[in-house]
Each structure stands twice: as structure tokens, then as C-alpha cells.
């Protein structure tokens, strides 16, 4: 297995002539950078469900996803790593081929348990599965210890040169934890993913325990989750050529985009300094036809 190496992190500053007429910056923080494969939030994410698992002496790690899932991948990964067993619960019938996704979780050692689309809502878990020694990480590692591995993230780069910290939104627990973390003054604006998500707000309050100020913006979900238009791809396509940087579809790419129409339309203000966290999940991009993106 490819080692995890978190001090492959770096802040590239990127240049493009609309953030210059602004007079502002963007520098992307590279989570990416960490493995090719696990996503760079999730490493931070699984953290402390890892070590909660290990103190409690558990031998079997359980958690669920889809097809296509970052989630599940990083799950698979980090297990092999620590040494766990691990299962994941994956969306909807078994397929006759697996996903790129799947095949490398069972590289890993994960075992699967598909679950119809109903009993997959439920989050249900077969008895033979819900042993004693099995620990269970939520859904896209939603929860407390998944925000507070997440508020690591800004150790990695020099956090008081930014005005404005910006991240992509799937469960709202990256963006917690970065809202904990952030300082006085600065400002997470947290992009949605999915379409008309607007629970995201309490699911995200309830995981920062302190009164805080954050801005969720759902202008630039492209139709909804894991869903993409042209002018997203072309997007993705001309960013990768200016910058060199590869984004997802899914997250980062999304995110991207709506942070530059935010500086256009001054939604970010003209002189902010934004750090714009680029948290991988670029696995998932082989799930498009071959020769949509450009790397
Ligand atoms: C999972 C994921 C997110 C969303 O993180 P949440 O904590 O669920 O909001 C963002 N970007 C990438 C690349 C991801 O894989």
C-alpha cells in the first residue's frame, strides 16, 4: 500500500487574471497531496473514530457508502493501515462489475454486505455483522470525533495569513471542524454539494458546540449530488490547464467554481485572502466516461 504521507502538504497559490482584477488571493490547501487515493479530509476525519476503536478494543470496523464513495475507500485504507478488520455497507444490489471505488476497498482486505435501497436508508445492519468487537463510523464519517479530527486541517498551512477559509459540504463535518477551528475574524463559507440540502445548517451547528458565525452557500450543486454539466467539466478542464491543479467532480471542482463566481460577483470581497481547501477525492473521477477531463 501507498504510504499516507500528510507532510506532502503544500499551499500552492494559484493566478488567474478575474482574482487579480479583484485584488484577491487564493491559495488551495493540497489534502489531495496525501495519498492518491484516500481522500484528504477523510484521513483527518477517521482519525479519532480509529483511535475511539482502537481504546475500546475493537477488532472489526463497520461503516456504510456507496459505489463511488471517498468515504469508503479511506475507511478501507485506514483500516488496513491500523490493523482492523473492516466492513462496509454499500448502496443498492451487488453489481455483476464493481466500481474502480470498490475494487480498491477490497484490495484493502474491506469485506462488502450490499444492502437493498430501503434497508440502506435505515442504515440497517445485519445481525451476523453487529458483534460485540464492531465499531461503527456514521455515514461519510459524520459526527463529533469525525469534526474534531477535521479541525487538525489548518495546522497544515499558515492559517492567520487567510480572511476567508472556503470547503466543499457533503455531511457538514469537515466544514465543523474547520469552523471550530478557525480564528476570530475569519470566515468559513462552506459550498453544498447536494441540491436544496438546507438541514446542513443544524447538522453542522450541532457539531461546533460554540457560537459561531459561518456562511453555506447552495448556488453550485450542478443539478445535485455526484451530478455534472458541461460547464462544469469545461471548467474543471481550463482550471487543470491555468493551474496544473486536477479537481474532482464531485467536490473540489464545485467548489472551485463557486468560489471564483463568488469573487466576480463580490459575494467574497474584493482584498480577501481565501484559503480554498482542496480535500481530494479525486478517485472518484474515474467513475466518468474515459477522456472527459483532460489528466
Ligand atoms: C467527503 C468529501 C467532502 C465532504 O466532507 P464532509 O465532511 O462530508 O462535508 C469534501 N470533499 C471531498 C473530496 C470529499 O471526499
Same mark, same amino acid.
Given at each position: 500500500?501507498?504510504?499516507?504521507?500528510? &507532510?506532502?502538504?503544500?499551499?500552492?497559490?494559484?493566478?488567474?487574471?478575474?482574482?487579480?482584477?479583484?485584488?484577491?488571493?487564493?491559495?488551495?490547501?493540497?489534502?489531495?497531496?496525501?495519498?492518491?487515493?484516500?481522500?484528504?479530509?477523510?484521513?483527518?476525519?477517521?482519525?479519532?473514530?480509529? &483511535?475511539?476503536?482502537?481504546?475500546?478494543?475493537?477488532?472489526?470496523?463497520?461503516?456504510?457508502?456507496?459505489?463511488?464513495?471517498?468515504?469508503?475507500?479511506?475507511?478501507?485504507?485506514?483500516? /488496513?493501515?491500523?490493523?482492523?478488520?473492516?466492513?462496509?455497507?454499500?448502496?443498492? &444490489?451487488?453489481?455483476?462489475?464493481?466500481?474502480?471505488?470498490?475494487?480498491?476497498?477490497?484490495?484493502?482486505?474491506?469485506?462488502?454486505?450490499?444492502?437493498?435501497?430501503?434497508?440502506?436508508?435505515?442504515?440497517?445492519?445485519?445481525?451476523?455483522?453487529?458483534?460485540?468487537?464492531?465499531?461503527?463510523?456514521?455515514?461519510?464519517?459524520?459526527?463529533?470525533?469525525?469534526?474534531?479530527?477535521?479541525?487538525?486541517?489548518?495546522?497544515?498551512?499558515?492559517?492567520?495569513?487567510?480572511? !476567508?477559509?472556503?470547503?466543499?459540504?457533503?455531511?457538514?463535518?469537515?466544514?465543523?471542524?474547520?469552523?471550530?477551528?478557525?480564528?476570530?475574524?475569519?470566515?468559513?463559507?462552506?459550498?453544498?454539494?447536494? /441540491?436544496?440540502?438546507?438541514?446542513?445548517?443544524?447538522?453542522? !451547528?450541532?457539531?461546533?458546540?460554540?457560537?459561531?458565525?459561518?456562511?453555506?452557500? !447552495?448556488?453550485?450543486?450542478?443539478?445535485?449530488?455526484?451530478?455534472?454539466?458541461?460547464?462544469?467539466?469545461?471548467?474543471?478542464?481550463?482550471?487543470?490547464?491555468? $493551474? $496544473?491543479?486536477?479537481?474532482?467532480?464531485?467536490?473540489?471542482?464545485?467548489?472551485?467554481?463557486?468560489?471564483?463566481?463568488?469573487? /466576480?460577483? &463580490?459575494?467574497?470581497?474584493?482584498?480577501?485572502?481565501?484559503?480554498?481547501?482542496?480535500?481530494?477525492?479525486?478517485?472518484?473521477? $474515474?467513475?466518468?466516461?474515459?477522456?472527459?477531463?483532460?489528466?
Amino acid at each position: 500500500m501507498q504510504a499516507i504521507i500528510p &507532510e506532502n502538504i503544500t499551499t500552492d497559490t494559484i493566478s488567474l487574471p478575474e482574482l487579480a482584477a479583484k485584488d484577491v488571493q487564493i491559495d488551495i490547501l493540497r489534502l489531495d497531496k496525501i495519498h492518491p487515493v484516500i481522500s484528504g479530509n477523510k484521513w483527518f476525519k477517521l482519525r479519532y473514530y480509529l &483511535e475511539d476503536a482502537i481504546k475500546l478494543g475493537k477488532k472489526h470496523i463497520l461503516t456504510f457508502g456507496g459505489a463511488w464513495s471517498n468515504h469508503i475507500v479511506a475507511t478501507a485504507a485506514a483500516c /488496513k493501515y491500523h490493523r482492523l478488520n473492516c466492513t462496509g455497507i454499500i448502496r443498492g &444490489e451487488e453489481p455483476a462489475r464493481y466500481s474502480a471505488t470498490l475494487r480498491e476497498a477490497v484490495s484493502y482486505g474491506m469485506q462488502f454486505h450490499f444492502s437493498s435501497r430501503p434497508d440502506y436508508a435505515d442504515k440497517k445492519i445485519p445481525d451476523a455483522l453487529n458483534a460485540a468487537d464492531t465499531y461503527i463510523i456514521p455515514e461519510g464519517g459524520y459526527g463529533t470525533l469525525g469534526a474534531q479530527g477535521a479541525s487538525a486541517i489548518l495546522q497544515y498551512c499558515e492559517q492567520s495569513s487567510y480572511t !476567508h477559509i472556503c470547503c466543499a459540504v457533503g455531511t457538514g463535518t469537515m466544514a465543523a471542524g474547520l469552523i471550530r477551528a478557525a480564528n476570530a475574524g475569519q470566515r468559513v463559507i462552506a459550498f453544498s454539494v447536494l /441540491k436544496n440540502n438546507y438541514q446542513l445548517t443544524d447538522a453542522i !451547528h450541532s457539531l461546533i458546540n460554540v457560537e459561531k458565525e459561518f456562511t453555506l452557500i !447552495h448556488d453550485y450543486h450542478f443539478g445535485g449530488y455526484a451530478k455534472y454539466t458541461p460547464a462544469l467539466i469545461s471548467f474543471i478542464n481550463q482550471f487543470y490547464r491555468q $493551474t $496544473t491543479i486536477p479537481l474532482d467532480f464531485v467536490y473540489t471542482g464545485k467548489l472551485l467554481y463557486g468560489i471564483i463566481s463568488c469573487v /466576480k460577483n &463580490e459575494v467574497l470581497p474584493p482584498g480577501a485572502r481565501i484559503l480554498a481547501i482542496h480535500s481530494g477525492g479525486l478517485q472518484g473521477n $474515474t467513475s466518468m466516461p474515459k477522456g472527459t477531463l483532460i489528466f
